[in-house]
């Protein structure tokens, strides 16, 4: 099964809104701001958890497309710390196409970015079409976790948060290992829920 564009992107097709404003009701202002760094506005292709997804048509010489993202909640820099992520991964040999975030923004006090937009169809559509097996899909995910257990950790991946949380998840100031940082994010979380866990968890 084709791993290209392997990781889970935000939005992507399967999740559509019929609004197309970035959910703050200003589609306009968003269409202007692609517009005006020389990009076609190809319409919504789908919102997630994190924020809605804009077809920009293709690049300047016609090669990869690219797409627009308006992020709800994530800070300018926090996605600066996401597109070194990226960029470590993607200089690491690899079957796997990564994002690449190109430009980060804001507009009306949210963040936006232009990333090459990854093609490829979801495991989710193979599943449903009947393409693909459980066992496959199985197959493919363990496939992926493969190569990225290979790719060694850079600076970014280091300082990058999990979760909601605001800290990076492996901070090297700390001097812990990895597996001490997920003890401690277990402990954290395992606090933090802890009363609905004791409900919900009887034996």
């Known amino acids: 099964m084709d791993m290209r564009g392997a ?14 404003d970035g959910g703050n009701g200003d589609g306009g202002a968003y ?4 517009k005006e760094r020389g990009h076609a506005f190809g319409g919504l292709l789908g919102q997630g958890m994190e924020g809605t997804v804009y077809d920009l048509g293709d690049d300047a010489v016609g090669e990869a497309g690219m797409v627009g993202k308006i992020w709800y909640r994530r800070r300018p820099e926090d996605l600066s710390l996401l597109q070194q992520f990226y960029t470590e991964l993607a ?4 079957p796997i196409m990564f994002p690449r ?5 804001e507009l009306n006090g949210q963040a936006v970015t232009i990333e090459r937009k990854l093609t490829g169809t ?8 009947g393409t693909a097996t459980p066992e496959q899909a199985r197959e493919c995910v363990l496939a992926v976790l493969a190569v990225l257990r290979e790719i060694p950790g850079g600076s970014a991946a280091k300082a990058l948060p999990v979760l909601d949380e605001p800290q990076p998840f492996w901070p090297q ?8 940082s997920l003890h401690a994010l277990v402990e954290r979380r ?14």
């Open 7 to 20: 990781i889970p992107q935000l939005g992507g097709k399967g999740r559509y809104h019929p609004r197309h």
């Open 31 to 34: 269409w202007r701001y692609f």
């Open 91 to 94: 200089a690491a040999p690899s």
């Open 101 to 105: 975030i190109l430009e980060i923004g």
């Open 122 to 129: 979801t495991l989710r559509e193979h599943l449903r079409d």
């Open 173 to 180: 100031d700390a001097g812990g290992t990895w597996s001490q």
């Open 190 to 203: 395992a606090e933090l829920f802890g009363a609905r866990l004791r409900v919900a968890v009887t034996d």
